[in-house]
C-alpha cells in the first residue's frame, strides 16, 4: 500500500482540501461583489468639485510647476490620486490603474459624472477641467489594495451568519462524502464479521476494490475465514475419523462379549463390560451427532415452536415421573421461528435431561418472549455446580466430578451441542446457581 492510497492519507487530504476551499471561497467573494459603475451622488459631485478647486489653488500657488507635476504631486485628505485626460482620450499621468481605464470607457460624460467600486479600489469622475484653455478630463482614484485584507476581515466580522452558512454549505458535502467513504466499506465488513462471528463460515467478504486500509482488512478477514474453514474441516474430519476407527473395535469388543457370554455364560464382570460398551457406543454417536451439527450445513426452517417443543416436554414429564421427580412447564407460546428445528429440540432436551438427571424434586421450564428474543429457563433444585467450574460446563468432555457423574454416565458432551446450536442460531446460552439448584437460560432472537 503507498501512502496515496492509505486511509490516513485520504483524512489528512480530505481535511486539508477542506479548510483550503472555505479559506479561498472566504477570500474571493468579496471580490467578486464588483458594483457596476453607478451615477456619481451629490455628495460625490461635491467632493469632485472641491478636488478640483484644491487642484487649481495649488496651480496657481506655483505657477512653476507643470500640470502633470501639480496633478503627480496632488494628494486630497481622503488619499484619492488624480488622473487627467485629454479629449482624445490620452493620459497626462505617466502610469494609469487599470480601473481608471476601464471606467473611461464607461464614463466620459461630464455632464453625468460616475462612480464604481471594485475591490481593487474606487474610481469617480469625470470633472472637467480647464488648463492654459484646454479642456481636459479629471478622475480621482482611491486605491483599496492594501486595505483588502482588512476589509475581508471585517466583511467577516459584519456578516457571521454567511460565514456560518457558507461554512456550512461547503464543509457538509466533504465531510459526508468523507464520511461514507471510510464508514459505508467498514459497515459492509461489521454485517459479515457478525454472520462469521455466528459461526456462517459460507460469508461473503464484500469485495473492497481499494488499496488501503480497508482494502487490506477485508483481504485479511477474507483469509481469516479461508483458515478458520481448513482448520474446522481439519477437526471435523478428525473427530469423525477417530469416531469411525473407535467403532471398528467396538463391534469386536461386542462380538467377544457375546461369545463370552455364550460359552461362560452371564456373570457380573461381563455384565460390566456390557455397560461399559453401551456408554462407549452412546459417546461414539454424540460425537458424531456433534461433528454433524458443527460442520454440515443444514437447511433453516420456519417453524412452529409449540409444535416442535410439544413431544419433547411431554417426554420431560413422563421421564421426570418416572423418576418420582416433578416437571413443571409453561407452554411455550404459538409463534414462528426461522431454526435448525433438530439443533433447537437437541439443545432444549439436552439441559432439560441434565435438570432432571441432576433435580431433587422439581424442574421447571419457562419461556419468556419480547419483541427481540425469546428466553428459555430451566431450573432444578440439585445441587448445583461451584461457581468457579461454570464457565467451563460448555466445553465438549468437561463434567464437575467424575466421581458425581460416574453414576449418571454422561459423556460431557451435551451442554456443548446446546451451546453449538444456539451460537449457529445468533443465541447463547448461561447457566448460574440458583437457591438451589442450576438455572441455564437459553436465548434466542426471533
Ligand atoms: N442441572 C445441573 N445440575 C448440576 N450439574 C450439572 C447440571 N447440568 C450439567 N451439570 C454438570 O455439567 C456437566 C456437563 O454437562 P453435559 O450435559 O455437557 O454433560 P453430561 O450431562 O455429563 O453428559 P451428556 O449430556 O453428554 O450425556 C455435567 O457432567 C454435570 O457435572
Ligand atoms: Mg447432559
Request: with cysteine; proline share 5%; glycine share 6%.
Amino acid at each position: 500500500m503507498n501512502l496515496i492510497n492509505s486511509l490516513f492519507f485520504k483524512i489528512f487530504a480530505g481535511f486539508w482540501l477542506l479548510i483550503l476551499i472555505l479559506v479561498a471561497i472566504l477570500v474571493t467573494l468579496p471580490k467578486l461583489e464588483q458594483s457596476q459603475p453607478q451615477l456619481l451622488d451629490l455628495y460625490g459631485i461635491e467632493l469632485l468639485d472641491k478636488t478640483s478647486h484644491a487642484l487649481f489653488s495649488q496651480i496657481t500657488r506655483h505657477p512653476e510647476r507643470s500640470l502633470k507635476e501639480a496633478i503627480d504631486k496632488f494628494r486630497h485628505p481622503s488619499r484619492f490620486k488624480l488622473y487627467a485626460m485629454h479629449p482624445d482620450g490620452r493620459f497626462l499621468n505617466d502610469h494609469v490603474p487599470k480601473p481608471i481605464r476601464r471606467f473611461v470607457i464607461d464614463s466620459e460624460n461630464i455632464s453625468k459624472p460616475m462612480m464604481w467600486k471594485s475591490h481593487k479600489g474606487i474610481v469617480v469622475g469625470p470633472i472637467s477641467f480647464y488648463y492654459n484653455q484646454e479642456p481636459l478630463l479629471l478622475y480621482a482614484y482611491k486605491n483599496l489594495n492594501h486595505e483588502t485584507n482588512r476589509l475581508v476581515l471585517r466583511w467577516l466580522l459584519d456578516n457571521p451568519g454567511l460565514l456560518i452558512l457558507i461554512t456550512l454549505l461547503v464543509s457538509t458535502p466533504v465531510c459526508l462524502l468523507l464520511a461514507w467513504h471510510l464508514t459505508s466499506p467498514l459497515r459492509q465488513l461489521q454485517k459479515a464479521s457478525d454472520q462469521i462471528a455466528k459461526g456462517q463460515l459460507d460469508t461473503q467478504i464484500p469485495q473492497q476494490q481499494r488499496k488501503d486500509e480497508i482494502g487490506e482488512l477485508a483481504n485479511g478477514m477474507d483469509h481469516m475465514v479461508l483458515s478458520l474453514k481448513n482448520m474446522l474441516a481439519g477437526q471435523q474430519r478428525l473427530l469423525s475419523d477417530i469416531s469411525h476407527e473407535l467403532r471398528s473395535p467396538l463391534t469386536r469388543l461386542r462380538l467377544a462379549l457375546a461369545i463370552s457370554k455364550k460359552t461362560q455364560g452371564e456373570s457380573a464382570e461381563l455384565a460390566r463390560i456390557d455397560v461399559e460398551a453401551d456408554r462407549l457406543e452412546q459417546m461414539i454417536a454424540d460425537l458424531l451427532g456433534l461433528a454433524r451439527n458443527q460442520f454440515q450445513p443444514q437447511d433453516i426452517q420456519t417453524v412452529q415452536l409449540d409444535s416442535l417443543l410439544e413431544e419433547l416436554l411431554a417426554d420431560a414429564h413422563f421421564e421426570a415421573e418416572q423418576k418420582g421427580k416433578q416437571f413443571i412447564y409453561t407452554e411455550p407460546p404459538a409463534i414462528e421461528l426461522r431454526a435448525y428445528p433438530g439443533l433447537i429440540s437437541s439443545a432444549i432436551e439436552n439441559v432439560i435431561r441434565n435438570a432432571i438427571k441432576y433435580a431433587s424434586s422439581t424442574i421447571k421450564f419457562d419461556c419468556q418472549l419480547t419483541h427481540k428474543q425469546i428466553v428459555f429457563v430451566i431450573e432444578d433444585d440439585g445441587p448445583g455446580i461451584p461457581d468457579h467450574e461454570i464457565a467451563h460446563i460448555f466445553r465438549p468432555f468437561y463434567r464437575v466430578s467424575e466421581a458425581r457423574d460416574r453414576e449418571s454416565g454422561g459423556t460431557g458432551l451435551g451442554l456443548a451441542i446446546c451451546d453449538n446450536a444456539m451460537h449457529k442460531h445468533g443465541g447463547s446460552v448461561e447457566a448460574h446457581n440458583g437457591e438451589p439448584g442450576l438455572v441455564v437460560t437459553l436465548t434466542l432472537p426471533v
